[in-house]
């Protein structure tokens, strides 16, 4: 039953951090880099989604209860992110919520774009924020782990997405020439749809929370 619920969240964060998403744009942004440099920019992008996500995980909580929200509102606006992102991905785009045009206009002039906009808002952006929140703060639900045990898994899982960021990064000339515009986009598609069915089930467990009314 653990196993799957950590499956769950490796699979639903994966889908909504997308590395394949960034593949274009990483292409985009590095028309004249050497394949040095890409790579160094594609490690330092998933270092950053690595440490934005687990930072987000670590200290999510402690914000949520400096400002008074309890984790079922805060469930229901989460689920609303992703949903919007989900729906973008349905129409292989990034979406505003990941990155709007200004941003991605301002990111052309600059030359250090691993962390801004790669690592976030593009990767690292509120729905992932959203959702390691959400799982790290779901601990109560997992019997046979302890709450330093779960964040540690989580850390882990998202150790794993940061990894599998970089290797997508690393070989994005690769990716683009073997899976081309259409595969990418397929797996994108396919990615919405396992982040909407994610986003109903927190949005779900979000209003029982808050309406246990719901429930019967």
Not at 104 to 127: C, D, F, I, M, S
Request: charged share 10%; net charge positive.
């Amino acid at each position: 039953m653990e196993l799957a619920v950590y499956l769950k969240s490796f699979l639903g964060l994966l889908a909504i951090v997308d590395p394949l998403i960034a593949v274009p744009l990483f292409l985009a942004l590095t028309p004249n880099a050497s394949s040095r440099d890409r790579n160094r920019i594609a490690r330092i992008a998933a270092i950053s989604v690595f440490f934005i996500l687990a930072g987000g995980m670590l200290f999510g909580g402690p914000v949520l209860e400096f400002f008074g929200i309890s984790l079922p509102s805060f469930k229901v606006a989460g689920a609303v992110l992703l949903l919007m992102s989900a729906i973008s991905s349905f129409n292989a785009e990034t979406g505003r919520t990941r990155q709007t045009p200004e941003e991605q206009e301002e990111a052309a002039h600059k030359h250090a774009v691993a962390v801004v906009p790669l690592a976030t808002p593009l990767l690292a952006g509120p729905g992932a924020i959203s959702m390691v929140i959400v799982f790290g703060q779901s601990h109560a639900g997992i019997q046979s782990f302890g709450k330093l045990a779960h964040l540690g898994i989580m850390a882990c899982v998202i150790l794993i997405v940061a990894l599998l960021t970089w290797l997508a990064l690393r070989a994005a000339q690769r990716v683009a020439k073997f899976m081309g515009l259409t595969g990418m986009n397929i797996l994108t598609r396919v990615g919405g749809l396992i982040t909407a069915a994610l986003a109903i089930e927190i949005l779900a467990s979000g209003l029982n929370g808050l309406f246990p009314g719901l429930k019967t």
